[in-house]
């Protein structure tokens, strides 16, 4: 059974940092791109960042570039999200999803809550 | 930048036919995927590449595009249909998605 569970959100100040990670089971977590996708309360879907099976192609939605970092470790079967420079926009639930080259995502994990305010 | 129009809201009474639509410049040049959210849970793919149905995935659900607009079709609509939709392209290495569908079963 494919699996993806989020941890690490919380409630952070404006300008601090997070760091997301997703555990990945039921799949070969080494053949799939791999997303980060949120939604702010009561908004749509935005997608933040998806990352390619060897981390050789990693692109950012333009709110976020030069703020976060994705990552993935292949032999942990994880994927990563570093949040620096947080702002109140950034508040949302974050969603870990598997890519399929990066086009569309199936399935999604259950997401973590991140909150950003003082 | 490349946009996405869908409808905010849309009603079926049930057991009709829901028809959802994703507008966007060109848009039937493009692969057009879609997503069902019900309150509280994460979204679920329900249509890939235009007209394709992920294992699991009714066959109630169906999918076009072409033109200027991609389609959403829920034949014999369900309460248990009622939920956002999302329509979502692949543009230049980044990934958009329309502002999303509320689907109302009547």
């Known amino acids: 059974q494919v699996q993806l569970v989020e941890s690490g959100g919380g409630l952070v100040k404006p300008g601090g940092s997070l760091r997301l990670s997703c555990a990945v089971s039921g799949f070969t977590f080494s053949d799939y791109y791999m997303s980060w996708i949120r939604q702010a309360p009561g908004k749509g879907l935005e997608w933040v960042s998806y990352?390619?099976?060897?981390?050789?192609?990693?692109y950012y939605a333009a709110s976020v570039k030069g703020r976060f970092t994705i990552s993935r470790d292949n032999a942990k079967n994880s994927l990563y999200l570093q949040m620096n420079s947080l702002r109140a926009e950034d508040t949302a639930i974050y969603y870990c999803?598997?890519?399929?080259?990066?086009?569309?995502?199936?399935?999604w994990g259950q997401g973590t809550p991140v909150t950003v305010s003082s | 930048s490349y946009e996405l129009t869908p409808p905010l809201s849309v009603s079926v009474d049930l057991g009709q036919t829901a028809t959802i639509t994703c507008g966007g410049n060109n848009i039937g040049s493009r692969n057009v995927h879609w997503y069902q959210q019900k309150p509280g849970q994460a979204p679920v793919l329900v249509i890939y590449n235009d007209n394709n149905r992920p294992s699991g995935i009714p066959e109630r659900f169906s999918g076009s595009n072409s033109g200027n607009t991609a389609t959403l079709t829920i034949s014999r609509a369900q309460a248990a249909d009622e939920a956002d939709y999302y329509c979502q392209v692949w543009d230049s290495n980044t990934v958009l998605f329309g502002g999303g569908t509320k689907l109302t079963v009547l």
């Open positions: 990352i390619s099976t060897t981390a050789s192609n990693i």
């Open positions: 999803a598997r890519s399929e080259w990066g086009i569309w995502f199936d399935p």
